[in-house]
């Protein structure tokens, strides 16, 4: 079991956005039974959370304006005010969201050609401390819950309608926070994704730093969700300077559990791995990575280093992100370089909550 810190709920109605879907319509069915309304009034509401995506019960309007009122006293509608919105000049959409009791969540889309991924929170801030992310040395606020969670889907997916996006194609939980600390809401949020909103598994990513009984969790699971490690260091000795967690759930506990949840079939790897110049660019990491990884039916994501207030560190040099592609490849392993989207409005991997790390004494590499 993974202990939790205690996740907040500021309001006593029960979430119909953060509940299971066969607990919204059981809730609902028995609302309105205890009300004399028929049966079908359940149906309208579900397909109003789910189909249409409405933000408030006043939204419902084919419902009467009394049970819509007796709906807003009976249950809550988890839908977080937009604090800020920023748009690069590459298209991808930062969302701050502010909710309910004041902590700041961020969310991203991301937009290609073929796809519009939505990268979500599952914590406010993050406990982990991973020596290169923002995020991390923002500190750690609270878990989110379930319909906080879902909540960012709900809001994106609504934003990018209204501003000339296409549909959101893929949900990435690579935000603010390590979504397998926070089971309690983290597995309900997948259900409720996967059957409420008819989002497809393999569409859907939760990454880790390596949570090992998280990933056994997932590895055990029927539906086939994608896994990305953020792996870093091909060895214990630099992956523990680097990343806390890693003294707890050391790199043989990791691999060992990441070949279970690979044998279980179908349930796609990716590695993350950031390129750090002078400190894990180095050659012979490069051969160390790929014995690591080529035992898995999966591939490795290079992201270059995005700056952050408080270090000297700096991307590896292009030569060397094609370099290391090309020392994978001969060994066996497909990668590539992930380039950076929203480095203008600090939304690329590692810089959420980045402003909130600004006059913090620098870290300087030597000291790893």
Not at 111 to 118: G, I, K, Q
Not at 122 to 145: P, V
Not at 168 to 173: A, E, L, M, S
Request: proline share 7%.
């Amino acid at each position: 079991m993974i202990a939790t810190p205690q996740q907040v709920q500021t309001d006593a109605r029960p979430d119909l956005v953060g509940l299971l879907p066969e607990e919204a319509d059981a809730a609902v069915r028995a609302h309105f039974a205890a009300r004399g309304q028929p049966a079908y009034r359940a149906g309208q509401v579900v397909r109003w959370l789910y189909e249409r995506g409405a933000f408030s019960f006043a939204e419902m309007t084919d419902l009467p304006q009394a049970e819509r009122a007796a709906l807003a006293e009976a249950f809550a509608l988890t839908a977080p005010e937009p604090a800020r919105v920023s748009r690069s000049v590459d298209g991808t959409a930062k969302h701050l969201w502010r909710l309910d009791d004041g902590e700041l969540i961020e969310s991203v889309l991301i937009p290609t050609p073929t796809r519009l991924t939505l990268c979500v929170s599952s914590q406010a801030g993050c406990a982990m401390a991973c020596t290169f992310c923002a995020t991390g040395w923002a500190g750690y606020r609270r878990q989110l819950t379930a319909g906080e969670i879902v909540a960012q889907f709900r809001g994106a997916r609504r934003w990018a309608q209204e501003n000339g996006y296409d549909d959101v194609t893929n949900i990435v939980f690579m935000g603010m926070g390590e979504p397998l600390m926070n089971p309690r809401a983290l597995f309900p949020a997948l259900s409720i994704l996967n059957r409420g909103y008819r989002f497809g598994a393999r569409r859907i990513t939760i990454s880790t730093v390596g949570v090992v009984p998280g990933i056994v969790r997932l590895a055990d699971m029927p539906e086939q969700y994608r896994l990305a490690v953020s792996l870093h260091a091909p060895n214990h000795e630099l992956r523990q300077r680097l990343i806390p967690l890693e003294k707890k759930y050391p790199l043989p506990e990791l691999l060992e559990a990441l070949r279970r949840f690979d044998q279980a079939g179908g349930k796609r790897i990716t590695f993350e791995y950031v390129m750090i110049d002078g400190v894990t660019d180095l050659p012979e990491l490069a051969d160390e990575l790929a014995a690591v990884v080529k035992e898995f039916t999966a591939f490795v994501n290079l992201i270059p280093f995005n700056p952050i207030p408080g270090t000297d560190w700096a991307p590896s040099k292009r030569a060397r992100l094609d370099w290391f592609v090309d020392r994978l490849g001969r060994q066996g392993v497909t990668a590539y370089v992930r380039e950076s989207r929203g480095r203008d409005i600090a939304a690329a991997c590692g810089q959420l909550r980045a402003e909130a790390t600004e006059g913090r004494k620098p870290v300087q590499i030597g000291s790893l």
